[in-house]
């Protein structure tokens, strides 16, 4: 066995880590495909309990915030949580509307990983993006529960609601607050499922762009004068690298046709959740716990869409310097005629489209970049100063 072979063995065995964990979340919301007649079963049962379980979220949360609706401060406290479980679970029926898609873009990702032949840069590359993918899935789990326990072990207005229609049946009690729990479970679990798909997705895919930059560089890296076999082998190489670009390019797409809506839904729901988020920390009062657990709602909120623009900003800058590492090569030193003139034809045609980066959407009307977070952040500040504003008034009538 030669070394080559060796370092290749060691590299499929330390990577897909991220596409597994993909693969069991989306089991858990039943997602995933089915082999069998047992799992299209168990998959139809587990996705009908998890869409059964956000509609039921919704009309909890709808109902407690009629009834508590005078009260800015109870209303913003469930506005939170409806939000977020609706969604979750509008994310839930489009994914599951495209699920032949969702689960092409994860097969094309892992062969694109497996089945190619990697240089030590690209195998670090890979790497480095596979433990990013895992560090952000770990950061929002953590997140993502400590968000969710603020709803779960905290039900004073629905015992307030509960008192005010003279139904506080201990039974009937205990049943909301189990329903209330299996609920807000499945909710953190689609939320930490769907969001861990986009980011992974994307990282995967802006270190793919990475990896054509760099093997970009390799297509033509020897001295002047080089012979006619040296110009036939160049352009042999640029024209598999042209080939994964224009792959690359229809895999962003497909990711892109998958994510637009979802991601406008987004963020008109970041807006408004990371605002009213926002005043339950400023206008806090009840015990320390709960106040830590608002914290992590409120990052949670934050962080999730900071992800998606993340994410998607990372494709946009891989993809832009991807003619870069064409122009780095010895390109100059070519023959004028035959493969040589080919091979800059090719870089040049490259390049050009290179200068035009790859993007997802919001709606296919928006670019989703770190510039996108930055609006959603400055929307939403404006939005608390108006609530903010809007209940001095109401204080100051009032008094």
Known sequence: MTVSQVTEMSHHSNIGVSLAVIKYSMKLIGLWKADNTLDIFLMSSIFIYTISMGIAGIVFTVTDLFYVFDDIYAAVNIICPTIAIFNNTVKLIIFAINRRQVLNIIERLENSIK?????????????????QCIILVITFVILTQGAASNYKFFPATEVEIYQSLSILVDSLMANHLISKLDFVSSSALCLVTLNNFLTTTNLHLA???????????????????MNFNASRDAYSKLKKCIKTHKMLIDYTAQVEDVYTYIILMQMFASSVVICAAGFQLFFFSGSMLRFVL?????????????????????????????????????????????????????????????????????????????????TVMTTATSYFTLLRNFVDEDEFRNK
Not at 115 to 131: F, G, M, P, Q, W
Not at 207 to 224: E, G, M, P, R, Y
């Open 115 to 131: 089945n190619e032949t990697y240089e030590e840069y690209d195998i670090r590359a890979v790497k480095d993006c596979e433990r």
């Open 207 to 225: 270190c793919q762009f990475k990896i054509l930059h760099n093997k970009l560089k390799s297509t033509c890296i020897a001295d002047l004068d």
């Open 294 to 374: 608002s914290i992590f709602f409120f990052l949670t909120s934050v962080g999730e869409f900071f992800l998606f623009s993340w994410s998607c900003n990372e494709i946009i800058v891989a993809s832009a310097t991807v003619g870069d590492g064409g122009y780095n090569t010895t390109w100059y030193s070519l023959s004028a005629t035959g493969y040589g003139k080919a091979y800059r034809d090719g870089l040049q045609l490259l390049i050009m489209r290179s200068h035009r980066p790859c993007y997802l959407t919001a709606g296919k009307f928006c670019i989703i970049s770190l510039e996108s977070f930055s």
